[in-house]
């Protein structure tokens, strides 16, 4: 059993950056497939980033590519997404999700556990 808390999330201008944080329990957190998804109202979840066990293998969504980046401590039981140069179009709750081994995946419904969002507001 893993538990997904994230933190981070905020009101920030277009243009700002800001650091997302995934804490998890569970002393398994090293062999899980991290990721990072988000939902804007009216809009169904999309995959936003997802971090392999070591750290060693990442992805990320097109809209997002160059201006994010994901990165884990295993020590920490931690995984970060840190975003900078935020649009408007990036407003949403954003999702912190576990999977447990495997390789990376950027499907929702691979994923095993799933935290409960944070909100990220970019204002224009």
């Known amino acids: 059993q893993v538990q997904l808390v994230e933190s981070g999330g905020g009101l920030v201008q277009a243009g700002g950056s800001l650091r997302l944080s995934c804490a998890a329990s569970?002393?398994?957190?090293?062999?899980?497939?991290m990721g990072w998804f988000r939902q804007a109202p009216g809009k169904e979840r999309e995959f936003v980033s997802v971090?392999?066990?070591?750290?060693?293998?990442?992805s990320y969504a097109d809209s997002v590519k160059g201006r994010f980046t994901i990165s884990r401590d295993n020590a920490k039981n931690t995984v970060y997404l840190q975003m900078n140069s935020l649009k408007s179009e990036d407003t949403a709750v954003y999702y912190c999700?576990?999977?447990?081994?495997?390789?990376?995946?950027?499907?929702?419904?691979?994923?095993?556990?799933w935290g409960h969002g944070t909100q990220v507001t970019v204002s224009s």
């Open positions: 971090i392999s066990w070591s750290g060693g293998t990442t």
């Open positions: 569970g002393r398994t957190f090293s062999r899980h497939v």
């Open positions: 999700a576990a999977r447990g081994g495997g390789y990376i995946s950027t499907r929702g419904t691979d994923y095993d556990y």
